[in-house]
């Protein structure tokens, strides 16, 4: 109902951040019928993605006057529940970026090499050279039982 009432206020564009995953996706598709082109920006869904942070910190380094392509892009933490590394991924890989993953072996999916990322098992080699670094939270209110080490074990990393 709020997205219909939204829509027929006639708003150009809406912002939204939901604990569902898909939920930008959802808010595009119920506002498609009365609107010609929605402008939704996922501000994050769940687990899913956090694309407008993945911008801002692509700006900020370009404002910073770094170069994306060609650049040493580490993170390091619980990129299996983090939003932010699946979209920092995606936008600093697609830039030309080398995108580099470390953390507990629980909490970095080897999967995410399909995605052009290099999975790393140590912290000082991923560091070596890097031109910008993301250090995330563990995420332990999206997190499954048994994935998470004990917290002296994430932070020994």
Known sequence: DTLLTVSAMGVDAVIIRDSSEGAALFASKVMSPKVKVPVVLNAGDGAHAHPSQALLELFTLKEAGKN????????????????????????????????????????????????????????????????????????????????????REYARL
């Not at 650049?71 to 619980?78: F, L, P, Q, R, T």
């Not at 995410?112 to 991923?126: F, Q």
């Open 68 to 151: 994306i392509k060609g650049m040493k892009y580490v993170i390091i933490g619980d990129i299996l529940h983090s939003r932010v590394a699946r979209s920092d991924i995606y936008g600093f890989t697609k830039l030309g970026a080398e995108v580099h993953l470390v953390g507990p072996r629980t909490l970095v999916p080897k999967e995410l090499e399909s995605m052009g990322c290099i999975v790393d098992d140590d912290l000082e080699t991923a560091l070596k050279d890097a031109d910008a670094i993301n250090i995330l939270r563990i995420q332990l209110e999206r997190a499954a039982a048994g994935f998470i080490p004990t917290t």
